[in-house]
């Protein structure tokens, strides 16, 4: 944990890593708590009526020793691939620590997959058991006969055919069990990239990812634990936002965290919920910020008890950034990182580590920098990648059984992200956008992030892509693709309206000289802007 100090440099100086030679997510962040304070709630289910089921640190390690006494009643082993295909729940928290006590590796996937995307998926990792609910069951209907590995699924919606209940393996199962001896480098789950630039992979992490980000959440909510925290996120748990970022790191920190059910996100209903649990602590990616930005009077309708917000996924913005201090009276932390090595640059309010538009400095324990082709670092400044050095405990191990993409992943001991930045005099890194997303104009380097986010500041405009679109003048052009909010008409005025709201805001090289209104904006199941799509689509209207 970190020591609380008001000095970022003097944290980041002396910080240096435990790690312990034996560690296993499951017990760490059950099985400890049950043994010291069995009432202390873990979990809140939240329901529409507003009222929320509690289950405690006592019964999370009870019910998860339960299960994973079944699961391996089913022949599930250590090192078997486990999916889980399920919503925020008591149920998806039970079957990971299960999972992680019996020395298996979970693989959290997002029931958004269509049937296509799924099936990669699981064949890639060579699933051997699936959780789901009925949704998943009915997708994996389609598809079982393929899938060559896959031995088990188990509903929590009950069960039916071949399909076993949940609920009835953790009542058939007795309640004790001896996790597996698991070191901090043995695997422990495989999340799959988020296919943003090409196929997704399955990263695979160790039982030290979860430790490894623990210095970058305490700064990220300002010190969490602090007393009265809660903790919520509208991230999918599938994501390693949702269970990297808040989900598990608070439940070891003992911090009770709050599921809920949403089909979509819903900017009243979150606020609502927020409301109603009296929410401490919470992370919100950027896209859901933004879709705030809809509801009117905030601060008049809705009495919030936010002690601290985080937000990463995608770059936040100074628009937003300003809109979020407005009108939660705080200041939103952005932080940074990628599924192979997550939360590494963070800000901090309580440590004065925080600026408009930038994504923060390095966490402590962590080493970033801006590097060229030759794994040079770059002079403040310049633009170049950002990459953290290793070894590094929230690095993952691999990608699951492709030793040449790993390989490619690094240039010396720096671990590539793809993702262009810049280092600032201050020590401040701000990120530009993937490789390809990066717009070339007139001799300028642009990034989307600023671009969409100075876009949804417009009153009318409720999402944005920036993408360059060839030119044979400029090289590209900023080109903007928009989803108004309800309400408004996309018609010429309103897109030169939209491109001088932009002009002035940023600057005249920055600012779209193209707008094209779009009646929806494909997003990934992490919540990032597919800018691929928009950018092929660029690239068709000009015969390119």
Request: some cysteine.
């Amino acid at each position: 944990m970190l020591e609380r100090r008001d000095d970022y440099q003097s944290l980041y100086r002396d910080f240096r890593w435990r790690i312990p030679q034996g560690f296993n997510i499951g017990t760490a962040v059950s099985d400890h708590w049950a043994a010291r304070e069995p009432d202390r709630v873990a979990l809140l289910d939240y329901r529409a009526d507003g009222e929320a089921e509690k289950l405690t640190y006592g019964e999370l390690a009870a019910r998860s020793n339960s299960f994973a006494n079944g699961l391996r009643a089913l022949g599930v082993r250590r090192g078997d691939r486990v999916a889980l295909l399920l919503p925020q729940s008591f149920e998806t928290v039970i079957a990971h620590i299960a999972i992680y006590k019996l020395g298996a590796i979970a693989v959290p996937l997002a029931l958004l997959f269509g049937v296509e995307a799924l099936e990669y998926r699981l064949q890639t990792a060579g699933v051997k058991a699936v959780v789901t609910n009925s949704s998943g069951t009915a997708k994996l209907a389609k598809i079982g006969s393929r899938l060559t590995d896959l031995e088990a699924v188990v509903s929590i919606d009950g069960a039916q055919g071949g399909v076993r209940d949940f609920h009835r393996i953790v009542a058939d199962h007795p309640s004790s069990f001896i996790a597996e001896d698991t070191t901090p480098d043995d695997p422990a789950m495989m999340i799959f990239t988020s296919g943003t630039t090409g196929p997704p992979k399955g990263a695979l992490h160790g039982h030290r990812v979860l430790l490894g980000h623990l210095p970058g959440v305490q700064t990220a909510y300002e010190f969490l634990p602090q007393p009265g925290d809660l903790m919520w996120t509208p991230a999918d748990w599938a994501w390693a936002g949702g269970l990297l970022n808040a989900l598990l790191p608070s439940l070891y920190f003992g911090v009770p965290v709050v599921s809920a059910r949403f089909e979509k996100f819903d900017p009243e209903a979150a606020l609502g919920l927020v409301e109603k649990m009296g929410v401490r602590t919470a992370f919100i990616p950027p896209t859901a910020l933004r879709m705030l930005k809809s509801v009117e009077d905030i601060r008049k309708r809705f009495r919030l008890m936010l002690r601290s917000v985080g937000s990463a996924g995608e770059s936040l913005g100074r628009e937003t950034y300003d809109w979020a201090r407005a009108e939660f009276g705080l200041t939103v932390n952005e932080f940074y990182g990628q599924t192979e090595c997550n939360l590494v640059l963070s800000s901090c309010a309580a440590l004065g580590v925080s600026r408009g538009g930038a994504i923060g400095k390095p966490v402590p324990g962590h080493e970033v920098a801006i590097i060229d082709a030759e794994g040079r670092r770059m002079k403040p400044g310049e633009v170049g990648q950002i990459a953290i050095r290793r070894p590094d405990p929230v690095m993952f191990l691999e990608y699951w059984r492709s030793p040449e993409a790993t390989a490619k992943k690094f240039i010396g001991d720096w671990m590539t992200t793809g993702d262009q930045g810049i280092e600032d005099g201050d020590g401040y890194f701000q990120f530009f956008g993937r490789d390809d997303d990066v717009i070339t104009s007139a001799g300028f380097r642009i990034g989307p992030g600023e671009i969409e986010d100075c876009l949804t500041g417009h009153p009318a405009v409720a999402l944005a892509a920036a993408v360059g679109k060839p030119d044979a003048l400029r090289t590209e052009i900023v080109k903007a693709y928009v989803v108004l909010k309800d309400g408004f008409v996309g018609d010429a005025a309103l897109g030169d309206e939209i491109k001088l709201w932009v002009r002035e805001r940023l600057s005249a090289h920055e600012y779209p000289r193209e707008v094209e209104f779009v009646d929806s904006m494909p997003l990934t199941t992490t919540g990032k802007v597919i800018r691929r799509i928009f950018r092929d689509r660029a690239k068709r209207e000009t015969g390119r």
